[in-house]
């Protein structure tokens, strides 16, 4: 009886029992403070270790999240990343005291840095802990290892619920599992193509913040950014495709300018009369339009999916209960309107820990690659400053194409100079750029990757 009851009331019935769920929270940045936020309100979840870098911010990231500061005793700066969850060394438990080993259920991974989330992941697994890894620029490059990894240590490797690669997966697998036959996944965003140019130093203007405002939201600049430049959605959607088996189309996402009342009829293949070249892909949609005002209605925050039927039947019943469809009433959209990020953490936790069922993770293998860019002309010498820096931003293309042209994964691209000038919007290739002699732990991985799923798509 127990399994066939909510997440919800399973949860609350281990408070009940004493036994709640343990979790390690690695990295407190905006995300990391979104989910502690919920941690301390979710019965039958204790926060068992909090950790980062910097131990003052995590907890001062702690007691903006309402904890109280008294919780929390700092230690010494965590030197070895893999440590943390290895041999339990960390920078900040909640119940005063310093753990001598990191006695958790599940780990959540939400440093945002490619290295540190390849380290801690792939850690965390080895010693047997489920993972949720927020850190989606690490699941980009090497996800389909750690989800082989895990299913060999008996674990779980998850993406976040209420980050919209999970939202997404979870649309699409509605769908597929109603029957219907997918034609576009995605999510709504704002974007230009001015914001290309965007840097950490102005991307706040767009984005309507004052500085005042950014400094009260401990808004990570780099970040935004790259939400701004469509580096993270090209992120996101490659998560989404290699999760759901979608395509990425090399000529890159439209951003078209599109209503979620206008899904149905814009989401859909040309030949039926939308923006599409073919079913089955991912693809992001903007707010605003050509000239920069915003659509009366949009989804901005939301994320989408576009199917279709060939059966008569089903088409009259859409018909006949309002559902959205192009003007045949052969295609037709769902969205949600709004997604919580870190706030609803809650739900992968419960998924994971008590059926083990990921909330989206990337079952379908590498089946897109987030490449880089050149933000404006750059010189020989010149250093990748990464994910949403001064010097690149990200694209999408198809895992064929990057592997077939040579092109660096932007997640491994950071600290690498180039050989030679370049123009603007150059894509960057080995051919390009000076490649590391040793190697880092994430390289690693992406080289075994490699060879392990090598052809896999020929």
């Excluded at 759901?244 to 000529?251: C, W």
């Amino acid at each position: 009886m127990a399994s066939g009851t909510s997440i919800a009331e399973r949860l609350a019935r281990r408070a009940a029992a004493g036994a709640p769920l343990r979790v390690a929270l690695i990295g407190a940045g905006k995300f990391g403070t979104m989910i502690l936020s919920q941690l301390r309100r979710l019965p039958g979840v204790q926060l068992a270790v909090l950790a980062d870098l910097d131990a003052a911010r995590a907890i001062a990231a702690a007691e903006r999240a309402g904890w109280e500061r008294e919780r929390f005793t700092p230690t010494l700066r965590v030197g070895d990343a893999n440590d943390l969850v290895r041999r339990g060394r960390v920078a900040v438990v909640p119940d005063g005291t310093i753990a001598a080993t990191a006695d958790v259920d599940l780990v959540i991974e939400a440093t945002g840095h490619v290295e540190a989330g390849a380290l801690h992941a792939y850690r965390a697994i080895e010693a047997h802990h489920d993972v949720v890894m927020v850190t989606v620029e690490a699941d980009v490059v090497i996800g389909p290892l750690l989800l082989e990894h895990a299913e060999r240590n008996g674990v779980v490797y998850s993406m976040a619920y209420g980050d919209q690669p999970a939202l997404i997966c979870e649309l699409v697998d509605w769908a597929k599992t109603c029957g219907f036959e997918i034609v576009a996944a995605g999510k709504g965003t704002k974007f230009l193509p001015r914001y290309r140019r965007s840097t950490p130093d102005d991307w706040f203007v767009h984005y309507g913040f004052t500085p005042e405002e950014v400094e009260r939201g401990g808004l990570n600049g780099r970040m935004f950014n790259s939400f701004l430049d469509g580096t993270k959605s090209a992120i996101e959607m490659v998560a989404v495709a290699n999760a759901t088996g979608l395509t990425v189309a090399d000529d890159g996402l439209s951003f078209a300018a599109v209503a979620p009342e206008e899904l149905a009829r814009t989401m859909i293949p040309a030949s039926a009369g939308g923006i599409l070249p073919t079913s089955g892909l991912v693809d992001v949609v903007t707010c605003v339009r050509p000239d920069g005002t915003f659509l009366p209605n949009h989804l901005r925050w939301g994320v989408y999916v576009t199917f279709t039927t060939a059966d008569a039947y089903t088409r009259q019943c859409w018909h006949e209960y309002g559902i959205e469809t192009d003007a045949s009433g052969a295609y037709a959209a769902l969205w949600r309107p709004y997604h919580f990020i870190g706030l609803e953490i809650g739900t992968s936790i419960g998924s994971i820990a008590l059926d083990r069922r990921p909330t989206g993770a990337p079952f379908a293998g590498p089946r897109g690659e987030v490449v880089c860019a050149t933000r404006t002309p750059l010189r020989a010498g010149q250093a990748i400053d990464g994910e949403g820096g001064y010097a690149v931003y990200g694209l999408s293309v198809s895992a064929e194409t990057a592997q077939r042209e040579g092109l660096v994964p932007l997640g491994l691209a950071t600290g690498l100079r180039l050989k030679h000038d370049v123009a603007a919007d150059h894509r960057l290739g080995a051919a390009d750029l000076e490649l590391p002699e040793q190697t880092s732990f994430a390289w690693q991985l992406r080289h075994e990757q490699d060879a392990r799923f090598a052809g896999i798509h020929a």
